[in-house]
């Protein structure tokens, strides 16, 4: 009798020609999800095919241990560099994929490495050999992003007014981005002390599309 009675809302939906809505992912599977997604390699080719002022970069993610790290959380390693420069890239982190500690969004922490250098093409190792130690890595993150569903993507931003920095005259930097099946939009951003933007997407985000899975 339960069971008849909690399909009458459903039957009375689907009768009426309503749709009955799926329910949310819960926050374990949306960890799962945004990590996929990160999860490849993309490039701002089409991008910078389309306005030469663009320039044509690489992001190479793969998934690797994490010496003592907690079962809730995925790691990523991450690598950019200009698709014509493939063996030195500008920008290599590892990323901390896990619920937020409200257990409302997934938080994205960026953590430095150690010696960068060390790690570099770490994704063209088997999947068995991509150990990193505790001592690989800082500490602390040096920036978070929360992410949260937003239909069939994923949409974050830095909390606050961004996360604070030593990179290229920059003292603070933000990032919006949004996750697509294909690919991700990216708006990095680095201010100096006065406010002014020094570096990174302006009208429009880097547009990375999916190469590989």
Same mark, same amino acid.
């Given at each position: /009798? ?9 039957l $009375?939906?689907?009768? $009426? ?12 599977g ?10 490849g !390699? /993309? $490039?701002?080719?089409?991008q ?8 044509d970069?690489?992001m190479t993610?793969?998934?690797v ?8 959380a995925i790691?990523l390693?991450?690598?950019?560099? /200009? ?5 030195d890239?500008?920008?290599q982190?590892?990323?901390? !994929?896990?619920?937020?500690?409200d257990?409302q969004?997934v938080?994205?922490a960026g953590?430095?490495?150690?010696d ?10 088997p ?12 500490t ?6 929360? !992410?949260q ?21 920059a ?5 919006? !981005? ?5 690919g /991700? ?11 002014h933007q020094?570096?990174g997407?302006?009208e429009?985000?880097?547009?990375f ?5």
């Open positions: /009798m339960q069971v008849a009675r909690a399909l009458v809302p459903v $009375a939906g689907l009768l $009426a020609g309503g749709a009955v809505s799926a329910a949310p992912v819960p926050v374990a949306q960890v799962k999800e945004v990590a996929e997604r990160l999860t !390699i /993309m $490039a701002t080719t089409q910078s095919l389309a306005d030469p002022k663009r320039p970069v690489r993610t793969c998934g241990s994490l010496s003592g790290a907690a079962p809730s790691y390693y991450q690598e950019q560099a /200009m698709s014509k420069e493939l063996g890239p500008y920008r982190r590892l990323l901390r !994929i896990a619920p937020s500690p257990g969004a938080e994205s953590f430095k490495l150690v960068q250098k060390a790690f570099s093409g770490f994704c063209n190792k999947p068995a050999e991509r150990l990193v130690p505790q001592a690989a890595l800082d602390a993150p040096t920036c978070v992003v929360l !992410i569903p937003e239909g069939e993507n994923y949409r974050g931003k830095t909390p606050g007014d961004g996360c604070p920095t030593r990179v290229r005259g003292e603070r930097i933000t990032n919006e !981005i949004v996750l697509y099946k294909d /991700m939009d990216t708006q990095d951003r680095g201010f100096d002390a006065q406010g020094v570096w997407a302006k429009q985000p880097y547009q599309r999916r190469l590989t899975p």
